[in-house]
């Protein structure tokens, strides 16, 4: 899928898992929109929320996107999969924007400042 993040000022991306080789991907989206200094937050578990799986591993991708410049804030069980552009273009699904992902999941686009804010709400409760 291609994903188009025409941003002018910022994206919020919230995907509870983060996977090394999906974060590439999305950063080769997100680029264009780091280079004009437009503000990239990604909400994801912390590591510490990973029991039995490659922490470290983990961590270095988490690392590796504070290194780009995105700001990347923890919350414990979160299930919310989304992105808000400007608060006003919503990507909402099934899919975690930053992991894996499968044939099964589905996300959708809607430009709606009201489901921004109320998704921007959540999040932050």
């Not at 899928?1 to 999906?22: C, G, H, N, Q, Y």
């Not at 578990?45 to 991708?61: C, E, M, N, Y």
Request: charged share 25%; proline share 2%; net charge positive.
């Amino acid at each position: 899928m291609v994903w188009s993040f025409d941003a002018a000022r910022e994206i919020l991306i919230v995907s509870p898992f983060v996977t090394k080789k999906r974060s590439l991907q999305m950063l080769q989206n997100l680029e264009p929109a780091l280079e004009k200094n437009v503000k990239v937050i990604v909400v994801t578990r912390p590591a510490i929320d990973f029991k039995g799986r490659d922490v470290d591993a983990l961590q270095s991708t988490l690392d590796s996107l504070k290194d780009t410049g995105i700001s990347v804030v923890f919350k414990s069980n979160i299930h919310q999969k989304f992105a808000v552009i400007d608060q006003r273009v919503v990507w909402y699904g099934s899919i975690n924007l930053l992991s894996y992902g499968s044939a099964e999941e589905s996300i959708m686009r809607l430009e709606s400042s009201n489901i921004a804010i109320e998704l921007i709400k959540s999040i932050k409760q």
